[in-house]
């Protein structure tokens, strides 16, 4: 089974940046054959879907809102999967999880908390 640990959150100011990480580890798991994804919840909100990409890492695919600013990339040597988040909002607060495989239906971590404030 999976195990997955986000780290990389914290406050930052609009407008500012924030690089996620991701470490994927688990018997069984191969990092590298699977897609992942991030998704977030903001205060009193829903799970939602931001980002999925392929095993290889060859494609992915945003929720329009953040397409142009947030980037999701993979190093399957280190076992680690990345969200770069530039120009951020103060929507885009919330704590982000990734998920194993495309979408928001799989396993997720405990996530990290991003606060975006003046």
């Known amino acids: 089974q999976v195990q997955l640990v986000e780290s990389g959150g914290g406050l930052v100011q609009p407008g500012g940046s924030v690089r996620l990480s991701c470490l994927a580890s688990?018997?069984?798991?191969?990092?590298?054959?699977?897609?992942m994804s991030w998704v977030r919840q903001a205060p009193g909100k829903g799970l939602e879907w931001i980002a999925s990409?392929?095993?290889?890492?060859?494609?992915?695919k945003y929720i329009r809102f953040v397409e142009g600013r947030f980037t999701i990339s993979r190093d399957n040597a280190k076992n680690t999967l990345y969200l770069q988040m530039n120009n951020l909002e103060l929507d885009d607060t919330a704590t982000y999880f990734c998920?194993?495989?495309w979408g928001k239906g799989g396993t997720r971590g405990p996530g990290t908390r991003v606060t975006v404030s003046e």
């Open positions: 688990g018997f069984g798991f191969e990092f590298s054959q699977n897609a």
């Open positions: 990409l392929t095993a290889d890492g060859s494609y992915s």
């Open positions: 998920a194993e495989g």
